[in-house]
């Protein structure tokens, strides 16, 4: 039994610093800022990435998911399309074996 506390406590040793003194989790190292995803209150509107597109002369690309076919229609001919290209191979090295 006490082969297995010992393991479970050297397993546990590398998050150590993540805890304070208290034993809670720490928030981080002070300055990071946060991820700000899509769907957060944080992310730029349309307006902004405007003018952020603009600021940079127009090398801003507006990136799309694949994927965003087939959220629409699943069973459309867009999404099979999808799948079916990826489960060919494309390089000419892999086709000429």
């Given at each position: 039994m006490q082969r297995r506390q010992r393991l479970r406590g050297m397993a546990a040793l590398p998050m150590l610093p993540l805890l304070d003194i208290s034993g809670r989790v720490a928030a981080g190292p002070a300055g990071l800022v946060p991820r700000v995803r899509p769907s957060d209150p944080q992310w730029p509107g349309a307006s902004e990435w405007e003018s952020l597109r603009q600021a940079v002369a127009g090398n801003l690309i507006a990136m799309r998911s694949p994927l965003?076919?087939?959220?629409?229609?699943?069973?459309?001919?867009?999404?099979?399309?999808?799948?079916?290209?990826?489960?060919?191979?494309?390089?000419?090295?892999?086709?000429?074996?």
């Amino acid at each position: 039994m006490q082969r297995r506390q010992r393991l479970r406590g050297m397993a546990a040793l590398p998050m150590l610093p993540l805890l304070d003194i208290s034993g809670r989790v720490a928030a981080g190292p002070a300055g990071l800022v946060p991820r700000v995803r899509p769907s957060d209150p944080q992310w730029p509107g349309a307006s902004e990435w405007e003018s952020l597109r603009q600021a940079v002369a127009g090398n801003l690309i507006a990136m799309r998911s694949p994927l965003a076919a087939c959220r629409t229609a699943p069973k459309g001919e867009a999404c099979r399309d999808l799948f079916m290209i990826s489960r060919t191979p494309t390089s000419s090295a892999v086709t000429q074996r």
